[in-house]
């Protein structure tokens, strides 16, 4: 009976800390912030660079198009001044494929803590370590 209650004392101990070890992972997925993602404004992408990835569009043409034709102008301290494609770059959001690429490692967690939580169960409901026969002691 005493060794009983050390091997189930055991395996919920021993269920616990495996359930900790993804559901800690899960944690993490799930409370991180979603503004963190975007491209440091240091490595923004040049215009001409992003074309593979985004079109703008200004009045119907495409921004590359009215930048070349100097129709867009900036207004500063000095007066009116025709953008040029070196002044634009863009910044991506790149929160969808990182939590895309982490799909996998989280699937896995997911399978993990279900199979420690039926290691804290079990010994829970009584029904891990088998019980052995009552006239048989090892």
Do not use: C
């Amino acid at each position: 009976m005493v060794r009983e209650m050390h091997a189930r004392k055991f395996w919920l101990v021993f269920g616990i800390v495996i359930f900790l070890i993804p559901a800690s992972h899960l944690f993490r997925f799930f409370t991180q912030r979603s503004d963190i993602w975007w491209t440091p404004k240091a490595l923004s992408v040049p215009l001409l660079e992003s074309s593979d990835r985004v079109q703008i569009y200004v009045h119907s043409e495409l921004l590359q198009e009215q930048l070349s034709a100097q129709r867009l102008q900036v207004l500063t301290d000095q007066g009116p001044v025709a953008l040029r494609e070196s002044d634009v770059t863009l910044r991506f959001n790149n929160y969808d494929r990182v939590r895309a690429e982490q799909t996998p490692v989280l699937l896995s967690a997911a399978g993990g803590a279900g199979m420690a939580a039926v290691f804290v169960f079990l010994p829970i409901l009584g029904r891990w370590p088998p019980r052995r026969p009552a006239g048989r002691e090892e």
